[in-house]
């Protein structure tokens, strides 16, 4: 932090004479010579004040000034010193920071004043820069992190510039708020409302009713009023698309409804309740059990104070915090935002109450940094978006180009009318344009989505869905992913014997062994040692074990969870009289209980606690079943198992009683009564076990070339144990890093880490986690993030994919993700990467399928314009019904295949593999494309023949003709049967060609088409079929009282929706009537049927195993019989056709099935055949 | 690694949606193809026909917008309190 702020060249060396001289040579580097008065004034006015963080060879004048772009550091030096007061100065560090940045200005000076003297030797003893910032990039990495007291309150109120004890007055506060701005999050700037209705006014749809618009007043049309009409449509319809659009990402929303919009504050010495979001630095504020924290604030009372941070850091447990200048209750150095005497907007007081002095607002409070970082990452589009949307320009291009060329031909050289050029320019552009191939592949991704859901994965952005197929790198969280998130007690140590203890999560039973040999429940009670551990382990415990169906539920905190159900795992019961409890404090590291056992009249002490400590209390040891003097000897073997344990990333407590006659005597309980003299009982040792299933899913992992990185708050021994438990990194040798080493290595070192093998992150901070997530990114990796806590949300929008969990994670963490589990399990993570694989192995073979029925549409043209006399085989109007009946619904049942056999053991798609390469348009063009012509062509001419016109050998010329100038209103009977002719193998060919893309290698016809447990899962759902009751909900409102313009208009359109769907929902009403009726006798007996007779026939279950292309088969058979049997007949321009035909067309679907069955037999036999498709 | 494929419940408005968006570009597409057959007389289709025509495109279109706009919304995850 301070390294990156302190450049080289705004560091001086020999610093000479008297305070005000020397501090002008660092005043004459300062960046905006422009604004040194305005400092030298803000030194002067501060007087010996802004320089209080002295010590007595270091000085740090500062300042805070407004418009300042960031901090900035000058740094001085002086061998000899420089005269201060009665002090030599021998550093000064002239410190500016801007002014609205208050809570940034205390945090550097908190870190300065640790910093500073931790180094003050090892700095005045540097010759150059380099030296100097190496020195300070050095002493950041051990002494960077503040001490609880670096700031006294006296030093807080001098720089807020506020009274502790009246608060600020009204005037200063109203001028404060006009500088600081309120106490909001804001948003960032969003498209303006104009560009999104000016979009909506030219969407392809909306594209579409122009072109109509534009021809209205082409010179030959003139319908003029028609023109006008549609062109009102378009400014409707686009109002009314805007008007559905406006919604928007609410992380910020979130993330404000987490500060309190009230609070209680003093002012002018009056205390008095306010907006929040009027709070401004230097204000005094107070805070009760359940509030809300406001705004950043530093405590100056606190009692009994407890805070819920989890919004915040993820941290379940609540945590104690102090006022500031008591003395140094916790020892040792923070993280600015784990500093017991802060408390931070966002969070809220679970217990106590307090005063602080607010300290950061709005976008400069700790919250308000998240919500920018979170703001400032744009939300990129996915490969498959952007290789999709430039596929479909370069075919439209393509397409258009092409349409063109035959618009010039058709008019200038084959005598059309310009008009009836363009309507053939119109059909070659919609035969090749995929248009519908983006609202497909986003229907596809919905479908995989769901299909997630049901694997406890639930995905937020469509985008995502496809990207986790290419997902090359997960970096996890350990607690709860990989690990369970609870405790459980798994090895003992008493009578100098280690004690091995086995169980699943709270369930209390499990056993206890010693070197594999396993101990009774008779042969505990026998064992004094254990059992009184074990006594220990129930009585001194404020836990509870509730037994739900789903198996047990901790209630209370998870160490004394553990340790319960230890106890009861050794079969210790009953009840007990609680005379007076010690609680845990962190301070003594010890809980206490004074109690009577029941049937024993004796008092006990039973005591638990960090082993160091509550072994200082003990001098006596149960061993061998008495109790004897604690000697020197077994201190140490205690150290070294204690150390043992803990090297293992255990958690380890130690148990102790004491029930001496003088104990019993005894009317005062406090600790420093009763928690000495005690009998050292033995240790436990716990951790949080790893998920039964995370082992599998890490070798899936492995298998699929995916590697697994562990980041994780918690400590480095802990997540190696883990580590090594789940099997990460396989059989390589696991790195381990915590986030104080990866803060002092440059990029370029922390990409050779992440770029080798997998590692574990310990100790880390959201901005290590962000930071390892964006050098992922730049290494190209596709990288899928775990998080729960506030604080993770920019790493989770950063990532390709940011997986919130659902049990543990808040809110903002899950508006932030791309995804959210809703076990929290590491395995549903591998799931849903199956799926993303199998999502886009479907888009590949639903746009294969879409291409392949280009050619039919296109070669007829082709022929007509190359061929004079040929007739043309596919109007228009042909081609719009190609495009409607045959591309849509069959391909959307393609996306919904599921995953295919070993998809996981292949490796992770390459982010710059094409989804679309030539050589797959191509193919699927002008090979599968053509098989399908070939087959319309044949129909095409069987009819000729049959009606009498063509004859083997003859040429296209010999088919009924196209109507002079293609006036179809004049065309024959005759050519309208040949256009029927051609058009019904379309669909019958690609019929076939759905069928064959549902595998690339299992035949249809085989019984492996189908998994045992899908066929299971269809049959059984076929079985126990029943038709559901509908109850129509109509509520109809005939008042429109809505206050509001926007509210009144959603009535009116719930009111007209409400009344447009009541017909139907009567018939749903009166169908579901009718099947309940039918239920017993036929519905559920024919189902049954049905089954069976599928569980016989397992090919025809193939067939119908996917009921959305069996729904699109159906349906282009349908279509096909409107359009030639109707009224439809005659906008479409086809006419029946003899029996015969229809039945030949099907010799496309035969051969095609032989051609792909074949294909895929000798796929099985290990050829690849890719040049087939 | 077999996995048990689960049709039976297929995101139906997501589907619907897109069948009607479909449509809606088809009966857009086919308004300026009535059009131009009815300058060159291929059809003799009456104006208020073709204003219909245009009118089911904009409500086709609507009606998928809205559907899966709902869908959408219901996809999303809900951010009640812990």
């Known amino acids: 932090m301070i390294v990156e702020l302190l450049r080289a060249e705004k560091i001086i060396f020999d610093l000479k004479g008297s305070f005000p001289e020397a501090l002008e040579s660092p005043l004459r580097r300062f960046s905006s010579p422009d604004r040194l008065p305005e400092l030298r004034s803000g030194l002067a006015s501060a007087k010996a004040d802004a320089y209080s963080y002295i010590g007595s060879h270091i000085a740090i004048p500062h300042v805070r000034l407004e418009g300042l772009p960031g901090p900035e550091l000058i740094l001085g030096l002086s061998r000899e010193g420089v005269r201060l007061n009665q002090h030599r100065v021998q550093i000064v560090l002239l410190l500016v920071t801007p002014a609205e940045q208050t809570e940034e200005h205390l945090k550097l000076l908190q870190r300065l004043s640790s910093l500073l003297p931790a180094i003050r030797h090892e700095l005045v003893a540097q010759r150059d820069a380099a030296g100097v910032l190496r020195v300070v990039a050095r002493g950041e990495q051990f002494a960077g992190k503040a001490t609880y007291l670096n700031l006294t309150q006296a030093q807080i109120a001098f720089e807020l510039q506020t009274d502790l004890e009246q608060g600020l007055t009204e005037a200063e506060a109203r001028r404060r708020l006009e500088h600081y701005g309120p106490n909001i999050l804001r948003r960032a700037r969003r498209t303006p409302w104009y560009l999104k209705l000016l979009k909506n006014f030219f969407s392809f749809f909306a594209v579409l009713l122009w072109l109509a618009t534009l021809l209205c007043f082409m010179p030959g049309v003139d319908m003029p009023q028609l023109g006008i009409a549609v062109l009102v449509v378009i400014l409707v319809n686009g109002f009314f698309s805007f ?50 924290v406001p705004a950043d604030a530093r405590l100056i009372e606190a009692y009994e104070v407890e805070v819920d941070h989890s919004t915040l850091t993820g941290e379940s447990h609540p945590a104690r915090r102090y006022k500031s200048d008591q003395p140094i209750l916790l020892p040792g150095k923070f993280l600015w935002i784990e500093l017991p005497n802060i408390v931070f907007a966002g969070t809220a007081l679970v217990r106590g109450r307090a005063r602080g002095v607010v300290v950061g607002t709005g976008m400069h409070s700790e919250i308000g940094k998240i919500a920018d970082l979170t703001q400032a990452i744009r939300v990129a589009e996915s490969p498959l978006q952007n290789q999709l949307r430039a596929t479909v320009l370069a075919i439209s291009a393509l397409a258009g180009a092409l349409g063109f060329s035959f618009l010039l031909l058709g008019w200038l050289v084959a005598g059309l009318s310009f008009v009836e050029a363009f309507v053939f320019f119109i059909g070659l552009f919609v035969a090749n344009v995929p248009e519908g191939l983006l609202p497909t592949v986003t229907l596809s991704l919905a479908m995989g989505v769901t299909r997630m859901a049901k694997r406890n994965a639930l995905v937020k952005s469509l985008p995502s869905v496809e990207t986790l197929g290419c997902t090359t790198v997960i970096c996890s969280d350990k607690t709860g992913t990989l690990t369970q998130n609870l405790m459980m007690v798994n090895h003992l140590y008493v009578d100098a014997q280690s004690v091995e203890v086995s169980g699943v999560g709270y369930m209390p039973r499990g056993e206890f062994s010693v070197e594999g040999k396993k101990i009774s429940v008779e042969g505990i009670s026998s064992w004094a040692a254990l059992r009184r551990l074990l006594e220990c382990a129930f009585v001194c415990n404020n836990a509870r074990l509730e037994k739900t169906v789903a198996g047990y539920r901790l209630v209370g905190d998870p160490t004394e969870g553990a340790l319960l159900c230890l106890a009861e795992k050794g079969g210790i019961r009953g009840i007990h009289h609680r005379l007076h409890l010690n609680p845990f404090d962190s301070l003594r590291k010890r809980m206490s209980v004074v109690a009577k056992l029941e049937g024993r009249q004796q008092k006990t002490v039973y005591v638990k606690g960090a ?183 920019p790493a989770l929008k950063k990532a390709d994919i940011g997986i919130a969990m659902g049990v543990r994670g808040n809110d903002v963490a899950k508006e932030a993700a791309h995804m959210i589990l809703t076990d929290d399990n590491f395995n549903s993570i591998v799931a849903a990467i199956e799926e993303g694989r199998a999502i886009f192995e479907n888009i590949r073979r639903f746009m294969a399928y879409i291409f392949n029925s280009n050619p039919q549409e296109m070669y007829p043209y082709i022929l007509w314009m190359l061929f004079p006399g040929a007739p043309l085989a596919m109007t228009v109007m042909g081609v719009l019904a190609v495009d409607v009946g045959t591309d849509l619904i069959p391909a959307m049942g393609l996306g919904m295949e599921p995953p295919e056999k070993g998809l996981m053991e292949r490796p992770a798609r390459r982010r710059e593999e094409k989804l679309l390469s030539l050589e797959f348009i191509l193919r699927s063009y002008f090979l599968q494309g053509s098989l399908l012509a070939l087959s319309c062509f044949a129909t095409y001419l069987y009819t ?75 049959l059984r759902a076929l079985r126990t079929w029943r038709p559901r009751p509908y109850v129509a909900q109509v509520k109809i409102d005939y008042r429109i009282t809505a206050a509001t313009q926007p509210e009144a208009t959603r009535a009116f359109f719930a009111l007209f929706t409400q009344l447009a769907l009541l017909p139907f929902k009567f018939l749903l009403m009166v169908i579901s009537r009718g099947g309940m009726i039918l239920e017993r006798p036929v519905l559920s007996p024919l189902a049954a049927r049905l089954a069976r007779f599928l569980e016989r026939h397992y090919v025809v279950l193939n067939f119908v195993s996917n009921p959305l292309i069996d729904l699109g088969i159906l349906f282009e058979l349908f279509l096909c019989y409107l359009f030639f049997y109707t009224p439809l007949s005659r906008i479409y321009y086809f006419a029946p056709v003899p029996w015969h035909v229809y039945l030949f067309a099907f010799h496309g679907t035969v051969l095609l099935l032989v051609f792909e069955e074949a294909k895929k037999y000798y796929r099985r036999r290990g050829y690849l055949l890719n040049f087939l498709g | 690694m077999w996995r048990v494929a689960r049709h039976n419940h297929l995101p139906a408005r997501l589907v619907l949606a897109a069948i009607l968006l479909k449509l809606s570009k088809h009966t857009a597409l086919l308004l300026s193809l009535l059009i131009l057959g009815k300058a060159t007389g291929r059809y003799d289709l009456g104006e208020p026909a073709l204003l219909g025509v245009a009118i089911a495109a904009a409500f086709l279109h609507l009606g998928a917008r809205a559907l899966n706009q709902r869908a959408s919304a219901e996809d999303r995850p809900s951010h009640e309190p812990r």
């Open chain 1, 611 to 793: 082993p160091l400590e509550t072994l200082a209390c003990c001098d006596r040891i149960l061993a061998g079943g008495v109790s004897r003097p604690l000697e020197n000897a077994d201190r140490q073997r205690i150290i070294a198992a204690n150390d043992a344990l803990a090297s293992r990333g255990l958690r380890v407590l130690a148990l102790a009683y004491r029930d001496d006659p003088e104990l019993q005597t005894q009317e005062a309980y406090a600790a420093e009564h009763v928690e000495n003299r005690l009998v050292f009982l033995g240790l436990a040792a716990m951790s949080d076990p790893i998920r039964p299933q995370v082992p599998e899913a890490i070798r899936a992992c492995h298998g699929a070339g995916i590697r697994v990185l562990m980041i994780t708050g918690d400590y480095a021994l802990t997540a190696a144990s883990i580590g090594h438990e789940i099997g990460l990194g396989a059989n390589t040798p696991l790195s381990i890093f915590t986030g104080a080493e990866i803060s002092e290595m440059g990029d370029d070192k922390v990409k050779a880490i992440l770029g080798r093998g997998e590692s574990i992150f310990a100790r880390v901070s959201p901005e290590h986690k962000l930071r390892i997530v964006s050098l992922l990114k730049e290494m190209g990796e596709i990288v899928a993030v775990t998080g729960d806590g506030v604080n993770d949300a």
């Open chain 1, 243 to 292: 008007l559905q659009e406006q919604k928007s990402d609410r992380a910020v929303e979130l993330l404000q409804n987490m500060i309190a919009h009230r609070c209680r504050v003093i002012r002018d010495g009056q205390s008095t309740g306010i907006d929040a979001a009027a709070l401004v630095p230097g204000d005094l504020i107070f805070l009760e059990e359940g509030d809300l």
């Open chain 1, 944 to 1018: 000729g023949w049959i009606l009498g016109y063509w004859r083997p050998g003859s040429g296209l010329s010999s088919m009924p003709a196209s109507p002079a100038g293609l006036k179809l209103s004049q065309a024959s009977s005759a050519y309208l049967q040949t256009l029927t002719a051609y058009f019904f193998p379309t669909v019958t060919t690609q019929i076939a060609n759905v069928l064959c893309k549902r595998s690339r290698k299992t035949s249809l016809f085989s019984r492996d088409f189908l998994s045992p447990l899908s066929r299971g899962e269809i």
